[in-house]
């Protein structure tokens, strides 16, 4: 099982700032099955960066993802408000999927 | 647009059974697996396994074998998960997201509460 360590575990920072968020891998993830996703309060997760850098749909371009082998960033350029929530990483590119433990991002 | 609907909540006592289901709609159902994913509180998601719609195989996390059941109805678009003999430990939000190839588990429901209590 690929197990994925997300660190910080909480991330304090103010609007308008950059957040970097890390995931690593146990072992090597195709690139091509790495995923991240954001979770508010009451709702389920939201697919953001799918393939690593890959917008999903209706993602603004302040989102973005990096990364190959065992670590992977989220990058957010200029947080806005409604982006201070979790974050989980995930791959899917071997049985069994596995999520990250999440980074909660709160307002410092 | 795509849309994933589960039943609603459930309560049940230590031993039970529960039964969530998951109406597809917005796309061909047949073309994308079906995943179950649950997330106890404050904790992350864990993946329980998937169903291919059109033919009905499935692939369970090995936790979950043995008392995990996964099977879909194509007529009426809708997936459903059976855990059996549930504990405490069971309590937790239970999701259903559309699996793609490419993308993951790109939309997914929007969940529900299965609490396990005497």
């Known amino acids: 099982e690929v197990v994925l360590t997300q660190s910080p575990g909480t991330l304090s920072l103010s609007p308008g700032e950059r957040a970097t968020l890390s995931c690593r891998a146990s072992q090597s993830v195709d690139s091509r099955y790495f995923a991240w996703h954001q979770q508010k309060p009451g709702q389920a997760p939201r697919l953001l960066i799918y393939?690593?850098?890959n917008r999903a749909t209706g993602i603004p371009d302040r989102f973005s993802g990096g990364g190959s082998g065992t670590d992977f960033t989220l990058t957010i350029s200029r947080l806005e408000p409604e982006d201070f929530v979790v974050y989980f990483c995930q791959q899917y590119g071997t049985s069994p999927l596995t999520f990250g433990g999440g980074t909660k991002v709160d307002i410092k | 647009q795509v849309l994933l609907v589960q039943s609603g909540a459930e309560v049940k006592k230590p031993g039970a059974s529960v039964k969530v289901s998951c109406k597809a709609s917005?796309?061909?159902?047949?073309?994308?697996?079906i995943h179950w994913v649950r997330q106890a509180p404050g904790e992350g998601p864990e993946w329980m396994g998937w169903i291919v719609p059109n033919s009905g195989v499935t692939n369970y996390a090995e936790k979950f074998q043995g008392w995990v059941t996964m099977t879909r109805d194509t007529s009426i678009s809708t997936a459903y998960m059976e855990l059996t003999s549930l504990t405490s430990d069971d309590t937790a939000i239970y999701f259903c997201a559309r699996g793609s190839v490419t993308q993951g588990n790109d939309y997914w429901g929007q969940g529900t509460l299965v609490t396990v209590s005497s």
């Open positions: 393939g690593t850098s």
């Open positions: 917005g796309y061909t159902f047949g073309d994308f697996y």
